[in-house]
């Protein structure tokens, strides 16, 4: 398990830019299987979830010729349909294969998900979804096994909460069953649009992206294609926190800035300096920053994928702060490591109390989620002194190579293997 040291309050200055999205890219990736043609996917980030998505997909039998960040994909000899416990509980998203293995064979085996520690995240509602259109499902051993007796048969679907994994799996696998599916109350996040634009490249019918509405009219087949993934967000929004937390000038270059709306807005808010270009932020030196008041809420909302590094910036700047994690129980795991670095944080259910106006000072750390291991490093770029970052395989989950990402920014991390 790595870990990383990091030498904080270095001056960093530079441009930096965004790789592809992992939360598009892994959807976009599981709707391969519901082709049996080559797909062409460009932009697909090196990270860790990507690598075990694509085993998980040869494991199924898909044939994947990587170049760079690239690559060809065909789904037309499958040999397995189903997912284990040791790749299903690496990686949440695993579950995604359910509709499209569903629409395809009829039937699929899953075990049951794991992914990031935060909260309980169950799938009932992919499962009801899934049932709306025609599938039927059993628990055994952990495993979760679908099965539809002919075909998925269109349907309409209200879902209780706009859950994106269930958007996604719901959508996918509706764009080749039989008449038409309305997705209601459904996740409007950029990844869903994107992974609807890339079934729509194939052929699918689909409206209402991006809408809490999406309406799809099944078709027979799918076609070949060739399609450039987004940049990630969520990437590109940690280092523009970053950026504001260093107090110097960086450029986030190569992301949709229109995905960030909520984030610029509150970072503005607290006084941060910045231009709002077409595909990339300048941020500059603010004369004061101060606190501000947030929840979190899917999209257009502020992110949850978002609120631990807000957390690392809402320490150091003028007054206290407030976060109320609406998305997420259980999502507040970087605060007792945030503290260890001289952050004063406050919890009580869901609601996070932040004291401002305090110096990070360098210290041991253990990261325990995705974003939370990098809240961790934004603080230690800012911490006084050497700060060690323990277990780092999270932050891999979905940042490629950190350290020499913010390493051209003169960010001094070291990556040590133990
Ligand atoms: C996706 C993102 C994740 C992000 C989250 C919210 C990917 C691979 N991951 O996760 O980075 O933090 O959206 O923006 O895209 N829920 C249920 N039952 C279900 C499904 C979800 O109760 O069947 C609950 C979850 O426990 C959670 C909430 O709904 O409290 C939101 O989950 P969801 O939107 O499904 O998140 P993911 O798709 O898992």
Same mark, same amino acid.
């Given at each position: 398990?790595?870990?990383?040291?990091?030498?904080?309050?270095?001056k960093?200055?530079?441009?930096?830019?965004?790789?592809?999205?992992?939360n598009?890219?892994?959807?976009?990736?599981?709707?391969?299987?519901?082709?049996?043609?080559?797909?062409?996917?460009?932009?697909?980030?090196?990270?860790?979830?990507?690598?075990?998505?694509?085993?998980?997909?040869?494991?199924?039998?898909?044939?994947?010729?990587?170049n760079?960040?690239?690559?060809i994909?065909?789904?037309k000899?499958?040999?397995?349909?189903?997912?284990?416990?040791?790749?299903?509980?690496?990686?949440?998203?695993?579950?995604?294969?359910?509709?499209?293995?569903?629409?395809?064979f009829?039937?699929?085996?899953?075990?049951?998900?794991?992914?990031?520690a935060?909260?309980?995240?169950?799938?009932?509602?992919?499962?009801?979804?899934?049932?709306?259109?025609?599938?039927?499902f059993?628990?055994?051993?952990?495993?979760?096994?679908? #099965?539809?007796?002919? +075909? *998925?048969?269109?349907? =309409?679907? &209200?879902?209780? !909460?706009?859950?994106?994994? $269930?958007t996604?799996? %719901?959508?996918m696998?509706?764009?080749?069953?039989?008449?038409?599916?309305?997705?209601?109350?459904?996740?409007?996040?950029?990844?869903?649009?994107?992974?609807?634009?890339?079934?729509?490249?194939?052929?699918?019918?689909i409206?209402?992206?991006?809408s809490?509405?999406i309406?799809? #009219?099944?078709?027979? +087949? *799918?076609?070949?294609? =060739?399609? &450039?993934?987004? !940049?990630?967000?969520?990437? $590109?929004?940690t280092? %523009?926190?970053?950026?504001?937390?260093?107090?110097?000038k960086?450029?986030?270059?190569?992301?949709?800035?229109?995905?960030?709306?909520?984030?610029?807005?509150?970072?503005?808010?607290?006084?941060?300096?910045?231009d709002?270009?077409n595909?990339?932020?300048k941020?500059?030196?603010?004369?004061k920053?101060?606190?501000?008041?947030?929840?979190?809420a899917?999209?257009?909302?502020?992110?949850?994928?978002?609120?631990?590094? %807000?957390?690392?910036?809402?320490?150091?700047?003028?007054?206290?702060?407030?976060?109320?994690?609406?998305?997420?129980?259980n999502?507040?795991?970087?605060?007792?490591?945030?503290?260890?670095?001289?952050?004063?944080?406050?919890?009580n259910?869901?609601?996070?109390?932040?004291?401002?106006?305090?110096?990070?000072?360098g210290?041991?750390v253990?990261?325990s989620?995705?974003?939370?291991?990098?809240?961790?490093?934004?603080?230690?770029?800012?911490?006084?002194?050497?700060?060690?970052?323990?277990?780092v395989?999270?932050?891999?989950?979905?940042?490629?190579?950190?350290?020499?990402?913010?390493?051209?920014?003169?960010?001094?991390?070291?990556?040590?293997?133990?």
């Amino acid at each position: 398990m790595d870990r990383l040291i990091i030498s904080g309050n270095k001056k960093l200055k530079g441009s930096i830019s965004i790789h592809g999205s992992k939360n598009a890219a892994l959807p976009i990736l599981v709707a391969s299987l519901l082709s049996n043609q080559n797909l062409t996917l460009e932009n697909i980030p090196n990270v860790a979830d990507i690598n075990n998505m694509l085993k998980l997909l040869e494991g199924c039998g898909v044939k994947i010729i990587k170049n760079k960040n690239s690559l060809i994909i065909n789904s037309k000899n499958l040999k397995n349909i189903s997912a284990d416990y040791d790749i299903v509980r690496k990686m949440r998203a695993s579950v995604l294969i359910l509709g499209p293995l569903l629409s395809r064979f009829g039937y699929c085996k899953i075990s049951l998900p794991g992914g990031c520690a935060i909260g309980t995240r169950p799938i009932d509602i992919h499962l009801k979804g899934l049932k709306k259109l025609g599938a039927k499902f059993e628990i055994e051993n952990g495993f979760v096994i679908g #099965q539809v007796s002919k +075909n *998925l048969i269109g349907n =309409k679907i &209200k879902l209780p !909460s706009p859950s994106v994994g $269930a958007t996604e799996n %719901i959508l996918m696998a509706a764009v080749m069953a039989k008449g038409e599916t309305l997705i209601d109350h459904a996740a409007r996040e950029p990844e869903i649009v994107d992974l609807g634009n890339f079934l729509i490249s194939m052929g699918a019918k689909i409206e209402g992206l991006g809408s809490n509405k999406i309406y799809i #009219q099944g078709v027979n +087949n *799918l076609k070949a294609t =060739k399609y &450039k993934i987004i !940049s990630d967000r969520i990437v $590109a929004g940690t280092f %523009i926190i970053l950026a504001v937390m260093i107090n110097s000038k960086i450029q986030v270059k190569n992301f949709n800035p229109n995905h960030l709306k909520s984030l610029i807005k509150i970072l503005k808010k607290m006084g941060a300096n910045m231009d709002v270009l077409n595909s990339s932020i300048k941020i500059y030196p603010s004369k004061k920053l101060k606190s501000a008041k947030i929840e979190t809420a899917p999209y257009p909302g502020f992110p949850t994928d978002l609120q631990a590094q %807000i957390m690392s910036l809402m320490s150091i700047v003028n007054g206290n702060s407030e976060i109320k994690e609406t998305v997420f129980e259980n999502r507040f795991m970087h605060v007792p490591e945030l503290n260890r670095l001289g952050a004063e944080i406050n919890l009580n259910k869901d609601i996070a109390f932040i004291k401002g106006n305090k110096k990070f000072k360098g210290a041991q750390v253990m990261a325990s989620d995705l974003r939370a291991s990098v809240s961790l490093v934004l603080a230690a770029l800012c911490a006084e002194g050497k700060t060690t970052i323990n277990r780092v395989y999270h932050l891999d989950r979905g940042y490629a190579e950190i350290e020499k990402y913010l390493g051209k920014l003169g960010a001094k991390i070291m990556r040590q293997k133990i």
